[in-house]
């Protein structure tokens, strides 16, 4: 894993905010971030690993692709011990799944 600075730490805590979902899959961790400008998944990419997906909107077809990154597991809490003081909206969240 990377060491981060403390705007890269800052930026991520933004993005998740606003972006992402934090949630417990069987007791594993996972956090996603979806958006259709795959630059901003492929700094958290490498920042963090994780794999990035496009999503399939069949319902939607005329719309803008979009694309998921996604990690899980030691990936997850790695990445909220570093963000967390500076998460906002879902710093209750990560609380909660680094608190388990």
């Known amino acids: 894993m990377n ?6 730490r800052a ?4 993005i998740i905010d606003g972006e992402g979902c934090i949630w417990l899959d069987r007791n594993r961790p ?3 971030v979806w958006n259709t400008d795959i630059r901003m998944l492929e700094k958290l990419k490498g920042l963090f690993d994780g794999m990035i997906y496009e999503v399939i909107r069949k319902n939607r077809p005329r719309t803008k692709i979009c ?22 909206i ?11």
């Open 3 to 8: 060491i981060l600075i403390e705007t890269e």
């Open 11 to 14: 930026w991520t805590a933004g």
């Open 30 to 32: 996972m956090l996603e």
């Open 67 to 88: 694309w998921r990154w996604r990690i899980t597991g030691k990936k997850v809490i790695y990445c909220l011990e570093m963000i967390l003081p500076y998460l906002t």
């Open 90 to 100: 879902k710093g209750e969240k990560a609380t909660e799944i680094l608190t388990g």
